[in-house]
């Protein structure tokens, strides 16, 4: 009767909402060594993301040491530059990014666009942006664009969607994992990844927080801060 009925629709209910959590994957970007990405993986941190180009126009010495310990633990990986606009030469800094992860496997490579370093004219830095999309598509990555509404906005203006092709990895320090706050901006309509919490600490080094479905797991990333 309508008691069983509704006994099974809360039942159907709860098994989705426990389904999502156990679909949610998260991972971690990193900016410095992270000396135990074993503790990750016992956090249940299924993604590393080590930076491995900063933005004042060199390659980061720890990028293929954290992609190795990454390996290890048996965990996707992914990497991102911060890339520098007043040293030109997009494709060489590609090229070096690649380099410093020292021939080791990834899935995405992440461009940082976000508000330091980059000049007022937003013509030119979305010429820039492309040039660096392109010359990570000729070398045969992967690239996404990690930013946030008002960075992208900031940067390259409102008007321009010329890399809504791309995945976002989009960053809104709300603290909650999930998709619900996402408003659409830079031509994208849904996001591939957020990061939800910034300069925290996780296994007693510091790190950003992530989000992802498992639908995107296998080009899921983590990112060390």
Not at 24 to 53: M, N, T, W
Not at 72 to 91: A, H, N, T, W
Not at 113 to 131: G, L
Request: glycine letters at 8%.
């Amino acid at each position: 009767g309508f008691i069983q009925k509704n006994y099974v629709m809360k039942a159907i209910y709860l098994s989705l909402a426990l389904l999502v959590c156990v679909l949610a994957h998260k991972g971690v970007d990193i900016s410095e060594l992270f000396h135990d990405v074993a503790c990750l993986k016992k956090e249940g941190i299924q993604l590393l993301i080590p930076r491995c180009y900063r933005s004042y126009g060199s390659p980061d010495p720890n990028c293929k040491k954290n992609l190795e310990n990454g390996k290890k633990e048996g965990m996707d990986l992914d990497i991102y530059m911060f890339p520098c606009v007043k040293c030109g030469k997009p494709e060489k800094q590609v090229a070096d990014t690649i380099k410093a992860a020292g021939g080791e496997h990834f899935r995405y490579f992440w461009i940082d666009v976000e508000v330091y370093q980059w000049p007022a004219n937003k013509e030119n830095n979305r010429k820039f942006i492309t040039e660096v999309v392109k010359a990570v598509e000729k070398d045969g990555k992967k690239p996404g664009i990690y930013t946030s509404k008002v960075n992208w906005e900031a940067i390259v203006g409102s008007d321009w969607s010329g890399c809504s092709h791309l995945p976002l990895w989009y960053a809104h320090y709300d603290k909650d994992p999930s998709f619900k706050d996402f408003k659409p901006y830079g031509g994208w309509k849904k996001p591939f990844m957020k990061q939800y919490l910034g300069d925290t600490h996780l296994c007693k080094e510091g790190v950003d927080l992530n989000f992802y479905p498992q639908t995107n797991q296998n080009l899921s990333l983590i990112h060390i801060s």
